[in-house]
């Protein structure tokens, strides 16, 4: 698998959720993940082995610079004294390139951290914003519905109150219209006899 660039992590965006609930798609957050864990894994194995790799030329360079012990080639042959000024050139420019290396392994390791950090930061300020807004329009809605409710139970109070004098001016009605037949069947009763 190839390593992530700079360019990788900080262009890369997921798919939009569907719905705020929901979130960004939990699959392709790992999957990113993941190869965000295997090039960092893969950067440390490389300064690993530079580091190493550092190591010996340095204790190289330094066994030619001062001598381990070794017998030293005879002073009369013109090739052995041209090679040992080739030799700690040779070893103080690769001491020199792997000293680079690591300063450049370093530095896309710190640069990889911090875009990290500022990717991280960004989507807890994004989720922030995001809950802040559907628990406002959480609240607008409850307060709506509340307004909403209020008024159908005003609606309620005032059906029930005009049901109730509906009922007592229907009753009224009847007992006057009873009352009426009654005296009218009343002075009937009292022409016949």
Do not use: C, W
């Amino acid at each position: 698998m190839a390593l992530l660039t700079e360019h990788d992590v900080v262009n890369m965006r997921f798919k939009e959720p569907r719905s705020l609930e929901e979130g960004y798609d939990q699959d392709e957050v790992d999957f990113f993940l993941d190869e965000v864990a295997e090039s960092i894994a893969q950067l440390t194995k490389d300064k690993a082995e530079l580091e190493n790799q550092l190591k010996v030329a340095q204790a190289r360079a330094t066994e030619l610079e001062g001598g381990s012990g070794e017998a030293a080639p005879a002073p009369d042959s013109a090739t052995s004294t041209a090679s040992f000024p080739a030799q700690t050139h040779d070893a103080e420019s690769a001491t020199g390139l792997l000293a680079m290396a690591q300063e450049l392994h370093d530095k896309h390791v710190s640069e990889g951290k911090a875009e990290g950090d500022r990717i991280i930061s960004e989507a807890n300020a994004q989720s922030e914003q995001i809950l802040g807004d559907a628990q406002d329009q959480y609240n607008r809605t409850l307060t709506a519905l509340e307004q909403e409710r209020g008024l159908l139970e005003r609606k309620i109070s005032e059906l029930r109150d005009f049901e109730r004098d509906y009922r007592t001016r229907l009753k009224s009605y009847l007992e006057s219209l009873l009352s009426n037949v009654e005296v009218g069947q009343n002075g009937a009763d009292g022409l016949q006899g």
